[in-house]
């Protein structure tokens, strides 16, 4: 199994990095997780629309699902008859964007999937397991098993004690790190790379990739912050970045 970084920025994209994406591939299936802002391009620079197995969405903030819309034209209007493409996000999340285009015509491009965070199901060889975390939004972050590994998966979440149970013993957990040091308190919902550091520890999580990083952030300070209690490797979300995985 292995992780390719297709963005790593939160709110929106900088000039040369679309914002937090996600292709996990294992065995031929390919999974695309959180397709945000400008996440597209450097998909499509990899692989077809039409190769692209299921799409899992975390919540209905652009930054993580707006080009899921352009995936969905990119695989119809190209070719009809290609399947339906599996679509798992919240009950009632996605209704505004898959709205946006003339009726009728990107309905036989997906089929969806609508759960509530706390459900668990499969997704092809990946088993899910999903967690109500807190945001502006309904956010489930998921833990996604197979062949003995465990990709755990933030979306965007505030402080919460689940964040535990969700990185435990994960490898990678792979989470939103919007500010280095602390959330500003009049933001809230939302986490820091050193609190990602303190929840990974405890977690015993056996290695972390940081993302939605705020457009601008040092990386260098981001991964410095989750060292001050995490001693485990840590790494940024940079676009090409392939994180190989046993199993």
């Known amino acids: 199994m292995h992780v390719v970084v297709l963005g790593g920025r939160g709110a929106w994209p900088s000039a040369g990095q679309g914002c937090a994406g996600l292709l996990v591939e294992y065995r031929g299936f390919r999974l695309l997780i959180d397709p945000g802002y400008a996440t597209l391009q450097p998909l499509l620079a990899r692989l077809p629309a039409s190769a692209v197995d299921?799409?899992?969405?975390?919540?209905?903030?652009?930054?993580?699902?707006?080009?899921?819309?352009?995936?969905?034209?990119?695989?119809?209007?190209?070719?009809?008859?290609?399947?339906?493409?599996?679509?798992?996000?919240?009950?009632?999340?996605?209704?505004?964007?898959?709205?946006?285009?003339?009726?009728?015509?990107?309905?036989?491009?997906?089929?969806?999937?609508?759960?509530?965070?706390?459900?668990?199901?499969?997704?092809?060889?990946?088993?899910?397991?999903?967690?109500?975390?807190p945001h502006w939004v309904p956010n489930a972050g998921a833990r996604f098993s197979v062949a003995g590994t465990t990709l755990a998966y933030t979306g965007d979440t505030g402080p919460s004690p689940t964040l535990v149970e969700l990185a435990r013993d994960a490898d990678p957990l792979i989470a939103d790190a919007t500010y280095v040091?602390?959330?500003?308190?009049?933001?809230?919902?939302?986490?820091?790379?050193?609190?990602?550091?303190?929840?990974?520890?405890?977690?015993?999580?056996?290695?972390?990739?940081?993302?939605?990083l705020w457009p601008g952030t040092d990386p260098e300070a981001a991964i410095a912050a989750t060292r001050q209690a995490y001693a485990g490797p840590v790494s940024v979300a940079r676009p090409g970045v392939v994180v190989d995985l046993p199993g």
């Open 181 to 212: 040091d602390e959330v500003p308190a009049h933001v809230g919902f939302l986490s820091s790379a050193a609190e990602v550091g303190r929840y990974a520890r405890t977690a015993r999580a056996g290695a972390v990739l940081l993302t939605h």
């Open 54 to 133: 299921a799409v899992y969405v975390s919540h209905d903030h652009p930054d993580h699902c707006a080009d899921l819309q352009p995936l969905l034209r990119a695989r119809v209007l190209r070719d009809r008859s290609v399947p339906a493409l599996p679509v798992y996000a919240p009950t009632g999340s996605l209704g505004p964007l898959l709205a946006i285009d003339e009726p009728g015509l990107l309905d036989a491009a997906y089929h969806l999937h609508g759960f509530n965070p706390g459900d668990a199901f499969d997704i092809g060889p990946f088993a899910v397991r999903t967690w109500s975390l």
